[in-house]
């Protein structure tokens, strides 16, 4: 079985800064690629930015150049730092792990950004 857990995350002034942290635990599997989707309220769940095994990165354009991603291979785990928060960044962010056979998704840690 595997845990995905996000934490991080919380309220943010706009162009304040916040990091995200996603660990896996459990059954240990190859994972190819890590990575951060948003969703906000009465939208669909978006990509934010990815890391693979190679550790090439791919980001949404919305959010190039304010956010960074990046992993720890030994421990299992991605991050996400972002800086220069918009209030359009509010929502619920995931952490999706992607192995061989089997994707997996964590429950997901608000991410709110209002003065």
């Known amino acids: 079985q595997v845990q995905v857990v996000e934490s991080g995350g919380g309220l943010a002034q706009p162009g304040g800064s916040l990091s995200l942290s996603c660990t896996v635990a459990?059954?240990?599997?190859?994972?190819?690629?890590m990575g951060w989707y948003r969703q906000a309220p009465g939208k669909e769940r978006a990509l934010v930015a990815t890391?693979?095994?190679?550790?090439?990165?791919n980001y949404a354009d919305s959010v190039k150049g304010r956010f960074t991603i990046s992993r720890d291979k030994s421990k299992g785990a991605v991050y996400l730092q972002m800086n220069s928060l918009k209030s359009e960044d509010t929502a619920v962010y995931f952490c999706k792990v992607v192995g061989k056979w089997t994707n997996y998704w964590g429950q997901g840690t608000q991410v709110t950004v209002s003065s």
């Open positions: 890391i693979n095994v190679g550790d090439k990165t």
């Open positions: 459990g059954t240990p599997f190859r994972i190819n690629s």
